[in-house]
């Protein structure tokens, strides 16, 4: 096993803190914390089946779990309402709380409905009777504006990783950006959509059949490494994702969307980056890439405290509440976005 803490002074090196015009410095209890996750962080035994490569993480530190409900239970429930704002606007929807519950909206959850489906742009956590609230998103459904539902729902679909690296970067290009893979998908899966819905390739019979294989060969993954609290996912020799929670529950409740997601990438990817397995080595170098991250930090959506770096054709970032560091995640820049800003020196996100 690997443990972050063992190799150099990584923990040291971990969040710079940013000072600059238009940049804000961390406070510490927000760094503290994500020095405290990422110092603790431990590596489990890959597990590759058909190209695709899991790396279960576990910690070394007990953290109080975060009592939250997801997207898709809040909505099962009947507890969340989103909509869109007015007539509508692409970046934006509006969520009401009606429980007594927090919410947590992941970044890259995929909402349907509306007058198109949308990505979540950003972590969201959504306070108890919380009104109003807007939420910056991404359309993943180029074809269509007009209204098919008052409210949206969820198919319980996560955007790949190159969608949610594009949506994280939040360069200017990013919209764009997202319609070129969702159709690149598209067309390499065969999937037929009137709408260009990214939806839409997950309900074609025949990539269903491939994707339901590779789930179940990696399924159990949080069963594997007790008490995981999150994963690297990679594809051939190079690491796709890594997403870790504070809360070992949140993660065993996402973890089947985000392997699917982790599958639809791999089988709509082109044979050459297929090939080999992610070692733990790699996924070892990518974690110690985000701990050099510096962050800058900016208010979260409803509660909470947003981190954001980016460096060395990575993107970064976490979400903070109460001392907790409730969601890591980071992704490679897809390098096929040359409009994305790609930079190999550590900066802060201003």
């Known amino acids: 096993m690997w443990k972050i803490g063992q190799i150099g002074s990584v923990v040291a090196l971990f969040l710079a803190v940013v000072v600059g015009a238009g940049t804000?410095?961390?406070a510490a209890g927000e760094s503290a914390a994500l020095r405290s996750m990422i110092g603790s962080l431990v590596l489990g035994?890959?597990?590759s089946f058909q190209g695709l490569t899991i790396i279960p993480i576990t910690t070394l530190s007990r953290w109080a779990p975060i009592p939250v409900v997801t997207l898709d239970e809040a909505l099962k429930k009947g507890w969340l309402r989103i909509r869109e704002i007015d007539d509508g606007e692409v970046p934006l929807l509006v969520l009401d709380n009606k429980s007594d519950r927090t919410v947590f909206a992941m970044g890259g959850e995929i909402v349907t409905g509306g007058k198109q489906d949308r990505l979540v742009g950003s972590d969201a956590l959504i306070r108890p009777h919380a009104r109003g609230v807007r939420i910056p998103?991404?359309?993943v459904e180029a074809g269509r504006w007009t209204e098919t539902s008052a409210q949206f729902s969820t198919n319980q679909n996560l955007g790949t990783w190159s969608l949610r690296s594009n949506a994280q970067a939040s360069a200017p290009a990013a919209q764009e950006s997202i319609w070129g893979e969702v159709k690149k998908m598209q067309d390499r899966a065969g999937a037929l959509s009137a709408t260009g819905a990214y939806q839409d390739i997950y309900e074609d019979r025949k990539l269903d059949a491939r994707l339901?294989?590779?789930e179940a060969g990696l399924k159990n993954v949080p069963s594997l490494a007790a008490g995981a609290v999150g994963a690297i996912c990679g594809l051939g020799g190079r690491v796709l994702s890594m997403d870790?929670?504070?809360d070992a529950s949140v993660f065993q409740r996402l973890w089947p969307k985000i392997l699917r997601a982790s599958a639809l990438s791999a089988v709509t990817a082109a044979a050459e980056e297929s090939a080999g397995r992610t070692a733990r080595d790699t996924a070892w170098s990518f974690l110690e890439q985000v701990s050099d991250l510096r962050f800058s930090q900016e208010k979260g959506v409803d509660l909470g405290v947003e981190m954001r770096g980016a460096g060395g054709g990575i993107t970064a970032s976490a979400l903070v509440h109460d001392g907790a560091v409730l969601h890591l995640s980071a992704f490679p820049l897809p390098r096929e976005?040359?409009?994305?800003?790609?930079?190999?020196t550590p900066q802060g996100r201003e």
């Open 137 to 139: 998103v991404y359309c």
């Open 337 to 344: 976005s040359p409009d994305l800003e790609y930079d190999d």
């Open 45 to 47: 035994k890959p597990l």
């Open 212 to 214: 339901q294989a590779l």
């Open 244 to 246: 870790v929670f504070a």
């Open 24 to 26: 804000p410095v961390l």
